[in-house]
T-cell receptor, first 119, second 112 residues
C-alpha cells in the first residue's frame, strides 16, 4: 500500500529565505507521480509542482523546486525567497496507476506541514 | 470551462439524516476522488473511481457510498449521518498523462 509521510507539523521561515518541506513515500508501483499542493487559509487546493517517477531531472516551477531522491524515496519541496503569501498548509501527494495501467489509481496525501513566513 | 464543481458548498444535517454530495467535472477526466479533511489534518481518501464504471474504497470508506454516474459525475452518499462525519469534503479529478489533479472548492458539512 502506498504511504506518504510528512514529519514536520509546522515550519517557520524568515521572509526572503529558503525553506525545505520534507516528504517521504512508500510504494511498490514502479510508475508513480509525486505532487505538492498548497492550501491557504481560504481552503482551496493549489497545485504547485509535479515529479514523475521516471523523470531524470528534478522538477522546478518558479520559486518551487522538488528535490527528488528516488533511492531514498523522498520528494522534498524547496521554496526559495519565501514571501508572506507563502504562509499556508502544504501537502505532498502521490498517485499510482490502477491495476489495468490505463488510468490513475489512488491519489494519497500526507498529513501536511503548516508553513509560517515571518517578516 | 468550470473545472470541478461540487454542490452544495455548505450543509447542516441532523444525526441520522441522509444526503448526497454531488461532483461534476467538464474536463473529460478518467479518474475521480472523494476526500475528507478534518481540522488541521490532511486529506483522507474515502472512495475513488479510476475510470467510468469502477469504484474502489480508500482509507476511510465506512459510512459512505459512491456512484460514478457517468464520466462527468461522481457522487458521495451519507446514508445515516453521524457527528463524526462533520468535515470538509473535497472532490478531485485526474486525467492520465496530465500532471495535475483538479479539486473542487469543497463542501463544509456539519452533522449535529
Amino acid at each position: 500500500a502506498q504511504k506518504i509521510t510528512q514529519t514536520q507539523p509546522g515550519m517557520f521561515v524568515q521572509e526572503k529565505e529558503a525553506v525545505t518541506l520534507d516528504c517521504t513515500y512508500d510504494t511498490s508501483d514502479p510508475s508513480y507521480g509525486l505532487f505538492w499542493y498548497k492550501q491557504p487559509s481560504s481552503g482551496e487546493m493549489i497545485f504547485l509542482i509535479y515529479q514523475g517517477s521516471y523523470d531524470q531531472q528534478n522538477a522546478t516551477e518558479g520559486r518551487y523546486s522538488l528535490n527528488f531522491q528516488k533511492a531514498r524515496k523522498s520528494a522534498n519541496l524547496v521554496i526559495s525567497a519565501s514571501q508572506l503569501g507563502d504562509s499556508a498548509m502544504y501537502f505532498c501527494a502521490m498517485r499510482e496507476m490502477d491495476a489495468g495501467g490505463t488510468s490513475y489509481g489512488k491519489l494519497t496525501f500526507g498529513q501536511g506541514t503548516i508553513l509560517t513566513v515571518h517578516p | 470551462n468550470a473545472g470541478v464543481t461540487q454542490t452544495p458548498k455548505f450543509q447542516v444535517l441532523k444525526t441520522g439524516q441522509s444526503m448526497t454530495l454531488q461532483c461534476a467535472q467538464d474536463m473529460n477526466h478518467n479518474s475521480m476522488y472523494w476526500y475528507r479533511q478534518d481540522p488541521g489534518m490532511g486529506l483522507r481518501l474515502i472512495y475513488y473511481s479510476a475510470s467510468e464504471g469502477t469504484t474502489d474504497k480508500g482509507e476511510v470508506p465506512n459510512g459512505y457510498n459512491v456512484s460514478r454516474l457517468n464520466k462527468r459525475e461522481f457522487s458521495l452518499r451519507l446514508e445515516s449521518a453521524a457527528p463524526s462525519q462533520t468535515s470538509v469534503y473535497f472532490c478531485a479529478s485526474f486525467k492520465i498523462g496530465h500532471t495535475e489533479a483538479f479539486f473542487g472548492q469543497g463542501t463544509r458539512l456539519t452533522v449535529v
